[in-house]
């Protein structure tokens, strides 16, 4: 899991692979490199650890030419250290990948047979040897790209520069997020879009089993068969200033506040005010199709999952659909009984998790009907389902996922409003309340971020220093709780454990006494008497109890140490407002640690390895 990004054009390329490289640096962050045309050879530099350390090579170092590639490594095979950072040159030959070829043993193994020698531990630069070979033996570096290709097995995005034809990159990708960017006199490659989004709008998505040559101005995208493909570029609307920081002190900040904008993009022109009801179109199903549904299977990994899990709770109680979610990497591997009937909804932030890509992939295969939840247009999650509904919140640079959580929880609750009507499970009134309601949401988002910040801020002062925290929930608000302990975990490696609030007799109890702060979620909903007897019996064994509640709620004011108000709304909108403490709580906790926020340590934004 790394970032990659390459230019061909007229500018000096090497601000640009720099510039494209710090919008990837979230995808991995424990080595860099660039590989540029210098007019007489490749210029390779590579740097171990955070990008600054690159761009002081450079910066020394001044290499000049307007044709190159760049990489920001996630150690998947081999140490982080330079000899195993991208790009890997051989002869020729520059290459950078991100993925993992799965074969590279075999591989590595018939080349030092045939003589080669193999400096690093990267699967990588297994495949410049082989494309070199080719280069070697008289081949263009397309078709030698082509051929080194038919022998990979494995994920790959991959972007190539040989000094024989330094005028054009050739790129290829199976299962590995690209993007082609094209421009005047110019064209870009990338991992993401954001990575572009400062020199062009006018992208490609480049699909699994494909390859382009990429020239001034110009894509030319073949099949690895050697087939021709036709693929006009699309038209990006974000602006490049929605990947920046806006003035705030780290993305994640910037993002949790950008919450109430993200949810009007996300609910806005999928409210139907007018007759009380979801616009549907999206969803990729018919009103009898949404009649025919006999389960829903809802998958998804890390941030996401806690999406998936209060989906459950919404699906059930709206829609009266038997609901089942699951962890991705989980359903995968046991063999699930699924198929014609089922519905799978498969969330993510990135569309690119692997896990959930393969997971999705399988029930389709399966025959079950795929519905992707997914942020990032185009991605991999979205292109292999039947329908995608996509969240906009816009690009999410922190680690640690915020606005696209909230905004997951939206489309979850709207489908949820849809497929109840369309089953007779809400009527037009229930129906027409709930949509009014949610039209409400970024409203009283914004309100409790505003009302609730400094209090939280001083909270995260005081109970900073805690080795362990817990959170507890019931109900819909037991994701959450596992969402906040996630949050903690994340950014702060304060040990952090979310429960289920009536599940704390049977273990997390033994872990309170003074030292522990314990955040107990207690809205006032259909769980908030049973939760408020958890709250007591925390409080009884001496922990610093954190309660979020519902404003007036004087019981709970009377038992906590500290109480957290959060507007009163209906039991389907607490978790929307329960959550954003919670992370701000995390965010000041990690503020205040010191830690690295944006991109905590061991941490990728988009994991795609298995
Ligand atoms: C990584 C990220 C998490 C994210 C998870 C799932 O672990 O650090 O923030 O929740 O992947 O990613 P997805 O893109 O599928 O939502």
Redesign the pocket.
């Known amino acids: 899991m790394c970032g990659i990004v390459g230019y061909v054009g007229d500018q000096q390329c090497a601000p640009i692979l720099l510039d494209g490289l710090k919008r990837l640096e979230y995808r991995g962050y424990d080595s860099a490199g660039t590989a540029i045309y210098d007019g007489a050879g490749i210029d390779v530099r590579r740097a171990v650890g955070k990008l600054r350390n690159l761009e002081k090579a450079i910066d020394e170092a001044k290499p000049q030419g307007s044709v190159g590639i760049g990489h920001t490594r996630w150690a998947t095979h081999g140490r982080p250290s330079e000899v195993n950072a991208h790009p890997h040159l051989i002869g020729d030959v520059a290459v950078v990948h991100n993925g993992i070829i799965e074969n590279h043993l075999a591989l590595r193994a018939r080349l030092v047979e045939r003589g080669a020698t193999i400096t690093s531990d990267t699967d990588t630069e297994i495949v410049a040897h082989l494309i070199d070979q080719r280069v070697r033996e008289g081949a263009d570096i397309e078709a030698a790209v082509r051929g080194a290709l038919g022998e990979v097995r494995g994920a790959y995005a991959l972007a190539v520069l040989s000094a024989k034809e330094p005028d054009r990159l050739v790129v290829a990708k199976s299962a590995s997020p690209l993007v082609l960017g094209l421009g005047e006199g110019e064209a870009f490659c990338g991992s993401d879009i954001p990575a572009l989004l400062p020199y062009t709008r006018d992208m490609i998505f480049l699909e699994d089993g494909e390859m382009a040559v990429l020239e001034r101005g110009k894509a030319t995208i073949t099949t690895l068969a050697g087939a021709a493909v036709e693929r006009a570029p699309q038209r990006i609307d974000w602006s490049p200033v929605m990947a920046e920081k806006a003035g705030f002190k780290h993305f994640m900040l910037k993002e949790i506040h950008e919450q109430p904008r993200a949810m009007e993009d996300t609910l806005r022109g999928r409210l139907d005010r007018e007759n009380g009801d979801i616009h549907g179109l999206e969803i990729g199903l018919s009103d009898e199709d949404a009649r025919g549904i006999e389960r829903v299977y809802l998958l998804?990994?890390?941030?996401?999952y806690h999406a998936a899990m209060t989906g459950r709770y919404l699906i059930e109680r709206l829609a009266k659909v038997p609901a089942t979610v699951e962890i991705a990497s989980e359903f995968r591997g046991r063999d699930p009984i699924i198929g014609p009937g089922d519905l799978v909804v498969a969330v993510?932030?990135?569309g690119?998790?692997l896990d959930?890509l393969i997971a999705a992939k399988e029930a389709k295969s399966r025959g079950a009907k795929v519905l992707a939840i997914v942020n990032v247009i185009g991605s991999a999650i979205p292109r292999a389902a039947d329908a995608a509904f996509y969240t906009h919140a816009g690009p999410e640079i922190g680690?640690?996922?915020t606005k696209c959580f909230t905004t997951q929880l939206a489309n979850l609750l709207m489908f949820s409003v849809w497929l109840g009507r369309r089953r007779g499970a809400l009527d037009a009134d229930q129906t027409r309340a709930l949509v009014e309601d949610m039209a409400r949401l970024p409203h009283l988002m914004r309100d409790v971020l505003l009302g609730t910040r400094q209090l939280v801020a001083n909270l995260a002062k005081r109970y900073n220093e805690a080795r362990d925290v817990l959170f507890l929930g019931r109900g819909m608000s037991f994701p959450i709780a596992l969402e906040g302990a996630l949050k903690l975990k994340e950014i702060s490696y304060v040990h952090a454990e979310g429960y289920a609030a009536g599940e704390m007799k049977h273990g997390p109890i033994a872990l309170i006494d003074s030292s522990v702060p314990v955040l107990v979620l207690c809205p006032k909903d259909p769980w908030y008497e049973r939760t408020l007897s958890n709250l007591q019996e925390a409080k009884a064994r001496e922990a610093m109890v954190i309660a979020i509640a519902t404003e007036g709620d004087e019981e709970v004011r009377d038992v906590a140490h500290d109480l957290v108000e959060i507007p009163e709304v209906r039991t389907e909108l607490t978790p929307f407002l329960t959550v954003l403490p919670l992370q701000l709580y995390s965010y000041y906790v990690a503020d205040f640690k010191g830690t690295d926020v944006d991109q905590p340590r061991n941490?990728?934004?988009?994991?795609t390895v298995e």
């Open positions: 998804a990994c890390g941030t996401s993510s932030q990135s690119e998790t959930t680690v640690a996922s941490l990728a934004k988009t994991v």
